[in-house]
């Protein structure tokens, strides 16, 4: 009774990888396509809200400290979200497009490749 118990524990948890699976996969003949919406729109979004906070700065700040141009610093908030931005999309995946990033996915060419 102990192991038909485990063996349908284990079945239910597969169908429950595939339904997963399902949603999150397309597979066709030559490559894995899976989604990862999340991760690329929570990237813009920290990369945007960076460059948000840099314009508010630049504009908000005017001529209060002197001697500093505020859009210096809006420039440099520029840079930071960039290098946040490749290194977030270069971390994931090795090879990964910005057109395949931006639209929040990775295509895999091998089981290898999902693997990773």
């Not at 894995?32 to 948000?52: D, E, H, Q």
């Not at 141009?69 to 440099?76: G, I, L, Q, S």
């Amino acid at each position: 009774d102990y192991e038909l118990q485990h063996i349908n524990d284990r079945k239910e948890k597969l169908r429950q990888i595939d339904e997963k699976m399902d949603k999150q996969w397309q597979i066709d003949e030559c490559s894995i396509t899976i989604n990862c919406w999340k991760y690329s729109t929570g990237v813009g979004l920290a990369c945007t809200l960076l460059v948000g906070g840099g314009l508010a700065v630049g504009f908000t700040v005017g001529e209060r400290i002197p001697g500093v141009d505020p859009f210096n610093m809006t420039v440099f908030a520029w840079g930071f979200a960039a290098f946040i931005l490749v290194v977030a999309k270069s971390v994931r995946v090795t090879d990964w497009p910005w057109r395949d990033f931006l639209r929040g996915r990775v295509v895999c060419r091998s089981v290898s490749e999902v693997c990773n």
